[in-house]
């Protein structure tokens, strides 16, 4: 069903979105998950896990002690912060979230809270977050942080961990004032301006302590975005579920997370990367809804990205050279989703998501409740035949479409287009 009283992103500025607007703009981001686990790649103590690898040492009891002296291990010798951001801008991506720490404890940086970090527990022993950071701005990208504010399986006191100690004995309120708090201090602090602080997995946090976690990061830096995975119905903008869209269009603010394959961390065992069709398609689908799609690689323990989600990612670049006016800065779509696509919107314009030709070469829109002026493709401006009779548009296609995993019509028309979603 709809969600259309669902509002986020409007709280932080008094309902104007300034704030939250390169967010809403940007539609496409890429969510990097990368530590210990990606060099474990599903197997740990001889022992293979499929699917969510960063879950690996929860999902094998590992003890804290073992999973850190193994984490020794990881060493991404071959990891170019540049190369990474290359590769996204020509995915066309306009964000960057990296996990800084997951659920594992382990910090991607040289915290001085935790010694559980990548400088100092590891061969690495440099700092891949200032590199990153550094190569973003550079390239105009902006740059987030996961940040795992509850969960911390490495640490006595942090939530999640139950094999090694005892829930009930766990005070985690000494673990958000020792440890969480003090490192989202330094994210902020110590890698110039960030877009995101990408909470995730509150658990047993209440109000008050997921409001100190999102004034901590406003205090520290006033435009950077806080994810509703914050907790307790706070938050800049909301995230649906890991793989989620929402069934209809939802006002505000919001994202759509997905993974390339089906492990958010590498996996040596999972090469069931989703081809440019369907990224290209699904990134269209959350648009038409009015959200962004943040889909994730999850690069390997050596630095590099798998060649697969690298190859797939820059196919979708490529289609975003032509096609992106109809994704960037658009608006959800006033009509339903058709038979053949989806549709997006900008003031005066109506992108329509051919994914499937009509066996006629009639596109039918319905429900247009503006005058319809004009049609072509949107890749070469190619003028195309329409026609309108009350609220039905039609549309003459090609006989073949120039791009069968999405062909762009743009149709241009003046009046309103009312909301008419009647699914
Ligand atoms: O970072 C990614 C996931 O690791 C994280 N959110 C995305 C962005 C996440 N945290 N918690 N969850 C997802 C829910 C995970 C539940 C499960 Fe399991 C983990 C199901 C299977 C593995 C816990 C362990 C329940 C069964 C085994």
Not at 87 to 101: D, E, F, H, P, R
Not at 220 to 231: E, F, T, W
Not at 232 to 258: S, Y
Request: glycine residues 10%; neutral net charge.
């Amino acid at each position: 069903a709809q969600q259309p009283d669902q509002l986020w992103g409007q709280n932080a500025d008094a309902g104007k979105g300034e704030k939250t607007r390169w967010f809403t703009e940007a539609k496409f981001g890429l969510f990097l998950h990368w530590g210990p686990y990606s060099h474990f790649a599903g197997d740990i103590r001889g022992k293979r896990y499929y699917g969510i690898t960063e879950w690996i040492m929860n999902r094998d009891k590992t003890p804290a002690a073992e999973y850190a002296q193994l984490a020794g291990g990881f060493n991404p010798s071959e990891f170019n912060a540049e190369e990474w951001v290359r590769i996204a801008k020509a995915s066309g991506v306009k964000y960057i979230v990296l996990t800084a720490k997951h659920h594992d404890g382990f910090a991607m940086w040289d915290s001085k809270v935790s010694d559980f970090d990548i400088v100092d527990a590891t061969p690495y022993k440099k700092d891949p977050i200032k590199a990153l950071a550094a190569a973003c701005k550079k390239e105009g990208i902006k740059l987030g942080f996961y940040y795992s504010q509850f969960q911390d399986w490495h640490e006595p006191n942090g939530g999640g961990n139950s094999w090694d100690f005892d829930p009930k004995k766990k005070d985690y309120a000494s673990y958000y004032r020792g440890k969480s708090l003090p490192q989202i201090t330094e994210l902020l602090s110590n890698y110039g301006e960030l877009g995101i602080i990408w909470f995730d997995t509150p658990g047993n946090m209440n109000k008050e302590e997921s409001a100190a976690f999102l004034e901590k990061v406003h205090q520290l830096q006033p435009n950077c975005l806080v994810s509703s995975r914050v907790g307790n119905g706070l938050g800049d903008f909301k995230d649906f579920g890991d793989g989620e869209v929402p069934a209809g269009v939802v006002k505000g603010a919001w994202e759509a997370i997905f993974t390339h394959n089906d492990s958010w961390g590498y996996s040596a065992f999972d090469q069931n990367f989703k081809t440019p069709q369907e990224i290209i398609r699904l990134l269209a689908e959350v648009a038409s809804k009015g959200g962004n799609l943040m889909m994730n690689i999850g690069p390997m323990g050596n630095g590099k990205l798998p060649a697969l989600s690298e190859k797939y990612f820059r196919a979708t670049g490529d289609w975003l050279k032509l096609n992106g006016e109809a994704i960037y800065g658009t608006g959800f779509s006033p009509i339903a989703p058709q038979p053949w696509g989806v549709m997006t919107s900008k003031p005066g314009k109506l992108y329509l998501h051919v994914f499937q030709r009509p066996h006629n070469g009639k596109l039918l829109v319905p429900d247009f409740t503006g005058s319809a002026k004009k049609a072509y493709l949107l890749s070469g401006k190619k003028p195309l035949t329409l026609r309108q009779q009350g609220k039905d548009v039609y549309v003459d296609l090609p006989a073949t479409l120039p791009d069968e995993r999405n062909t762009v019509v743009v149709l241009e028309y003046s009046g309103e287009l009312k909301e008419q979603h009647n699914v």
